[in-house]
């Protein structure tokens, strides 16, 4: 486990308390994102659908639980804190989510601080998932993998 140990390196040579922060999205728009992405196609027309995508969007789905959600897991097994922050609840309620980021971190939080930060975050989360084409059988496999990782629960195709 070499990213452990570099890790564990960076907290003795800096001696410092290594904190995560995990920013969670909801796993049909990483995975449509990433697929996009693949394909060069950063940004798309919202009204037109990239059909070809569907095979790219199951490699990715696999990967994403294979490697992604694998590394979260090793990191929330490491003795570090790790503080989840949703996406969404960020965008909706960025002040209450930047006093809690700022609390995990130990951090002075002031009022011009939390006013700057609310005026340079998304009004509305990216959502890719409707932009690529799915297989039934992947958003099934997507949904099923879901319900193993509580940092998911909520989370589906259409929310």
Same mark, same amino acid.
């Given at each position: 486990?070499?990213?452990? $140990?570099?890790?564990?390196?960076?907290?003795?040579?800096?001696?410092?308390?290594? /904190?995560?922060?995990?920013?969670?999205?909801?796993?049909?728009?990483?995975?449509?994102?990433?697929? !996009?992405?693949?394909?060069?196609?950063?940004?798309?027309? /919202?009204?037109?659908? %990239? !059909?070809?995508? $569907?095979?790219?969007?199951?490699?990715?789905?696999?990967?994403?639980?294979? /490697?992604?959600?694998?590394?979260? !897991?090793?990191? /929330?097994?490491?003795? %570090?804190?790790?503080?989840?922050?949703?996406? =969404?609840?960020?965008?909706?309620?960025?002040?209450? =989510?930047?006093?809690?980021?700022?609390? &995990? !971190?130990?951090? $002075?939080?002031?009022?011009?601080?939390?006013?700057?930060?609310?005026?340079?975050?998304?009004? @509305?989360? @990216?959502?890719?998932?409707? %932009?690529? @084409?799915?297989?039934?059988?992947?958003? =099934? &496999?997507?949904?099923?993998?879901?319900?193993?990782?509580? &940092?998911?629960?909520?989370? @589906?195709?259409?929310?």
């Amino acid at each position: 486990m070499a990213g452990v $140990s570099n890790i564990e390196e960076l907290r003795r040579t800096l001696n410092l308390q290594i /904190k995560f922060i995990h920013v969670v999205r909801n796993p049909y728009d990483i995975i449509a994102t990433m697929s !996009l992405r693949k394909n060069n196609l950063r940004t798309v027309n /919202k009204e037109q659908k %990239h !059909l070809y995508n $569907s095979t790219y969007v199951n490699t990715i789905a696999r990967r994403y639980f294979t /490697k992604l959600v694998r590394g979260v !897991l090793k990191a /929330k097994q490491m003795p %570090h804190p790790m503080l989840d922050l949703r996406c =969404e609840n960020f965008i909706k309620d960025t002040a209450a =989510e930047m006093r809690r980021l700022c609390k &995990f !971190l130990g951090v $002075s939080c002031p009022t011009g601080y939390i006013r700057d930060s609310t005026g340079i975050v998304r009004s @509305s989360p @990216s959502i890719t998932r409707h %932009h690529v @084409s799915w297989l039934k059988s992947t958003k =099934e &496999f997507v949904q099923r993998k879901m319900q193993d990782y509580d &940092f998911l629960d909520g989370y @589906s195709f259409e929310v």
